[in-house]
Every structure is written in structure tokens, then in C-alpha cells.
């Protein structure tokens, strides 16, 4: 193997072991930010080490060995060795060898997933700890997702390890009190992640889309460490079912294809049969929260083997669910496009009228664009060609602007 | 990026022996740590060549030819597909398959973006498909 070839498999066993090996290295140093740094140390050895010796058989076990080597050097160069002795003492007391080592390390992983996303930690900053801690992406890795610079990167995840340490946040599973809160975080930080792939267009670096793949993975991780939660396999099923449309989401040339649209052969069957099996798992677990809702809505349109076939009855009941439980305009006028499929325009028009009344979407394209859409096919046609018009001032993307013009000009 | 792993027959699963309980335990394990992971996203095993068949084809005719076939090495007794960002992540999963010997082949799976959507061809196809596909819609 030459070096090159050997570098690439060590960035695989790292992309494999090392949301693992950090959640274990946590655990002994209780310090999220020093075991992140010993788990790179042992990068760096096998990065030193495997091109000569080539990759060992078991290569976790041997990044998890160096990486408890330097901890323990580490240790002895502190000052405050007694104290952290008789900690660890303490803790060892309190938590006996385990008997199930596997069960261990599942433990510790969900301890790092909440560390990660922890509430004290800004968005971004829970995004960047994320990719970095729990999906082994480089610092230059993210930084190229995100399509900013590399130091940006650096800078916030240095400083989310600062914040994490002076909050004195405890490595631990949250009590059961806590619990909801902070699932919440750690379920926004990795929809987060998905959205930022999600948005990515043709000719993006391919890093971008690769964050869905990243943001699935997790999901799946922590369906499997939290198996009970509703909301958990609502996420999962609500991203394999948007995922499945990304081959048919935009043309040869990167041109968005709305969801109606869509080439419906060009779906992603297998993905669409496990957001399907994710939402009934999240359904036999209790009542639908925002994420299963989501996903319920999603998955109306994966059933439908053509667009005439959506059964927009069932869309508009799941987003005045929705609409319920997480009240917002956007969801609202997500409602009224499908209240006007269902029941015909003049309805959706009365749910959009309110909204222009509530004002809290003055600026926002798509409300005019709805609004002139149901107008122009209640035959109101010099109203309509006001609303889309309005529509194109607000809009920034130039090509969406031509098409409401045209629209506009259309009604004459 | 989705990666199918293909494990070949050995002279056993060709005889049909059933695998043994610990080569059945440490397959589970091994599909766990897929799971975990959260790359796995399917996996099956194949029956001894003996239930299957072939048709080959040569020209306007074709043959049947009912199983087993002989050249063991290469026939395909199971497979998994999984989620992998690169193939040496596909690779280094594929190490991890517990077998003593064998051969685990890794292979990227085709993508719907791999198609040219402009073409004739893919858009008959696509076209069929709308109609046709059972199972479009679970």
C-alpha cells in the first residue's frame, strides 16, 4: 500500500471509530475538548505508525489503546495529580467495570451526542461540535460544507469546547426531566445538518450533499441508542423520506423540479420503504410530534404513485396538526396550499388571508406567489397579476423572478 | 453513497450445510455493528446454487440451465448494502465481515444522478417504470 492509499483507509477507520473513541476518552478524562485532542493524537500516530506497519486488524482497539496511553501521560504532567486521582478513584467506586463493555460504550455515546448539541451551545456551534465530534469530518471538511472558511470552523469548535468546560456540563444522560429539552437540541442539531445538505444545488461541493448521508447516519445511530423516543424515528423517517427525492429534485443542470413535478420513478424506493417503516415505528410509540407529523406529510406524497393520486384531505389534516403543535406562518401556508388541493381554492384563499392580515410574512415571497396562485384560478386575474408581481420584487433568486414576470404577464 | 458487499459461496454453503451457530452469532454481531453505525441499510443471503437457475442468452435464443454450477469461487451467497462516504469506508467494513476465508467483493451502487436524464433510452424506461413498478408505492 503506498502512503496515499494508507491515508485514505485511515480517514475510513477514523469516519468508522471516532465518535466512539472520543465518547470512551470522555468518559475516563470527564473533559469532552481533551478527549477530542487524545483521540487525534492517536490519528496522528497511526497516520506516523500504519503507512509502515500497515492498518492493524483491529484498528479501533488500537487508536483506543495510544489514545488511553497519552491520557494517562497526561494525567501525570498535571499539577493537580492527587486531585484528579482521588476523583477518578471516586468515580471507579461509583461505577464498577462494566459487564457488558459494548453497553458501555453506547452509553458513552449518547452522553457525547448530548454533549454535543447541548443547550448552551449556540446553533452553529452544536452543528460544527456534531460533524466534528460524532461524524469524524475534518475542521477543512465542515468548513467546505458550510462555504466558509476553514478558520470559521476551527474558531467556533474551539470555542464551544470552551463554553461546554465553563458551563461545567457533567458527561451524563440527561434526567429524565431534562430529558425532552435536550433531545429536542440534539434532534434540531442533526435536522440542522440534513437542511444544510437538503439546500445544497448542482455544482455545490459535493460536500454539502454529503450532510444528509451524515445527518441519516446519526439519525439512525440515535434511533438505535434511543429506540423509545417517538420524535427520534419521526426525524429518521421524515430525512429518509426527503432524501429519497434527491435524485428528482433538480434538472441535468441543477434547475430545482417542484415536488409535483418530480419524476417519481427517479425516487429512491428502498429510502421511501425505510421512512415508511421509521414513521410506523414513530406512530407505535405514542401521539405524532412536529417530526413525525413531517414525516407523515412526506410520506402522503411518497404513496402517491402520481400526483393525482396525494391525498391532500389527509396533507391538510397533518399541517393543521402540525399547525397545533408547533404554530407557525410557514406551516400555515403550507396548510393553505394543501387545504386549496383538497377542498379547492376559496378555502386555501381564507387561510392566506389571514396570514396577509397577521403581517408576519410581509416579506416573504411565497405568500404573494400562493396568493396570486389561487387568485389567477379563481379567475381574479388583475389581483393576481398584483400578487405576482410583489412576488418577484421580494424574491432574490433571479430565475424564480423571471417565472413570476411571466406568470404575471400571463394574466395580462 | 450506497456500496453492496457480495460474499462468495464456499464449498459448505454450496452443499447447503447450514452455517454453524457461531458463524450465525457473529454474522448478528457483525450486522449490529452495521446498525449502530447507522450504515446499514439492507442485507440478504442466497441459497445454495442448487435451488437457483440460469438463462443465458446467445443471440435471438436462450437456454435454462437449473443449478448448481460448479465454479464455487464465484458464485454470490449473500450480500449487504450499506452507506458509506467513500469506498475505503466500504472497504473497512468489508474487513470487519467475520469469515476465517473468502472473498468479500466491494461494489458501488449506481445512482440516479449516474443516468443521463436526457436520454431516449432512460426515459422509456422511466416512463415504463411510472406505469409499470409494483411496489411503487408501499
Known sequence: MNTATTHRAIEAVWRIESARLIATLARMVRDVGLAEELAQDALVAALEQWPESGVPRNAGAWLTAIAKRRAIDNWRRQENLQKKYAMLAHDL????????????IDDDLLRLIFISCHPVLAKPARVAMTLRLLCGLSTDEIARAFLVPTATIAQRIVRAKRTLSAANVPFEVPSRSEFPERLGSVLEAVYLVFNEGYSATTGDDWM????????????????????????????????????????????????PILLLDQDRARWDHLQIQRGLAALSRSTSLGALGPYALQAAIAACHASARIPDETDWGQIAALYEALSQLAPSPVVELNRAVAVSMAFGPAAGLDIVDELVAGGTLANYHLLPSVRGDFLAKLGRHAEARVEFERAASLTRNARERTLLLERAVELG | MKYMLLITSDAASEAGVPPSRELIAAMGGYNDELIKAGVFLGAEGLRASSSGARVAFHGDEHEIIDGPFTETKELIAGFWIIQASSKEEAVAWAERVPIGSGTIEVRRVVDPSDFDRDDEHVQREVAWRTENEPGFAS
Open chain 1, 93 to 104: 467506586e461509583q461505577a464498577p467495570d462494566e459487564p457488558d463493555p459494548d453497553a458501555a
Open chain 1, 208 to 255: 454539502r450533499p454529503a450532510l444528509c448521508q451524515e445527518a441519516l447516519r446519526l439519525g439512525r445511530i440515535l434511533a438505535e441508542l434511543v429506540p423509545k423516543e417517538s420524535e427520534v424515528h419521526g426525524l429518521v423517517a421524515l430525512m429518509e423520506l426527503q432524501a429519497s427525492r434527491i435524485g428528482a429534485r433538480t434538472t441535468a443542470v441543477g434547475l
